[in-house]
């Protein structure tokens, strides 16, 4: 049996995803790190930005997620965010749109976090 | 119709439309508790893994943050309390006052400064009338709250603690909030978020005898706990105003629900009264019928003769 990591990827009001996955890839805010099954105990602060979960039936997982943290023990992965989507449900023109007006208003914050959305969708 | 009858029909009307009014109100409150509930459900995973980081990297780093370690003497303390925007709930609003005055009475007289906060209308009249300077004060939310107003409450709190008491920080925050523990009963309870004692959350982890991996921290154990103490004392936050939203919901059902019961009682009451009335008035007048027939009857039988 191939090895699986169980990941759970919660945001502050629900729970986004969970599953069984092979291979997670997120960034830390000393780089990007990849967890594998069997990987050391870890927990680490994440940075803003794509998070993508390769799953035990081969398919891809990516998601937006907005600080937050990744914790692993046990072949148990948790990704903690205050704010988390998946790319799927991320509507790209609406957080262009958004990109935009943050521009234009120069709120950093909206404007990091549609640029973090917009990166997600990317990667799909 | 009599006047006697007249009002108590007027009475009878106008509390019905009062037992009409609390029934709407008790059926809204009955469905936002479950709406509320379902929130707090689903804000757990969140708590729960949040939780469980903070005990594996504070039992784990060895050095002391300030947020995890007990003052020498703690001189300044700060309260928060979540009360609600508005009434209609029963004492829930007073129990949640009451036991934070009690708090602030027992941290005063262990010989600390207290600096309130209140969240929700009724908490921050509370303190104006009796002229208590609030350090902080949200409403409006109450109702339905956002982890961004949760983040909103903690980022001055969280200012607070980090800075040096001499300069107006704070030693400890507690927080005053209402548990739901279920339908029928909400009690009003405080808890000490800040410093944070490692034996009470490892118990809300459900895990305090586990051996706990050895974890490597990224980037360190220092920074990691850095980002995560806010974020926790945040989601602790959040937890208490679903708590307290949910809790204030079935204080309103119940309010509402005993409203009723007492204005369906009052109609019954009172309509039985009416009935009297009308029964009375009805009696009276067919004694007057009966009375003034017999005298016409006697008038007449003497102009016969």
Known sequence: MAAELHVELVAA????????????????????????????????????????IRTSEGGTVVAAVHGGFISFADDKL??????????????????????????????????????????????? | MGAQLRVYKRRIKSVTATKKITKAMEMIAASRVVKAQRKVQSSTPYATELTRAVTAVATGANDKHPLTTEAENPTRAAV?????????????????????EQLIKRLEGAGREVDVYAVGRRGIA??????????????GFTDEPTYADAKKIGEPLIEAIEKATAEGGVDELHIVYTEFVSMMTQT???????????DEVAKEAGESDTLRPLYDFEPSAEDVLDALLPRYVESRIYNALLQSSASKHAATRRAMKSATDNAGELINNLSRLANA????EITQEISEIVGGTAALADATAGSDK
């Open chain 1, 13 to 52: 009001d629900r729970s986004v995803w969970s599953g069984e996955a092979t291979l997670v890839i997120a960034r830390t805010t000393s780089g990007d790190i990849g967890v594998m099954p069997g990987h050391q105990p870890l927990l680490g602060v994440l940075e803003s930005g794509p998070v993508t």
């Open chain 2, 277 to 280: 009335a009308r029964q009375a």
């Open chain 1, 78 to 124: 948790s990704l903690l965010a205050e704010i988390a989507e998946l790319a799927d449900e991320i509507d790209a023109r609406r957080a262009e749109r958004a990109l935009e007006r943050a521009k234009s208003d120069e709120d950093a914050a909206a404007e990091r976090r549609a640029e973090v959305r917009l990166r997600a969708v990317a990667v799909r």
């Open chain 2, 188 to 198: 009003a309870v405080e808890a000490r978020l800040l410093p944070l004692s490692l």
């Open chain 2, 126 to 139: 509370h303190f104006n009338f009796r002229e208590r300077k609030l350090a902080g004060s949200w409403a």
């Open chain 2, 80 to 100: 928060l309390l979540l009360a609600s925007d508005r009434g209609l709930a029963g004492a829930f609003n007073s129990n949640a006052i009451k036991a934070a």
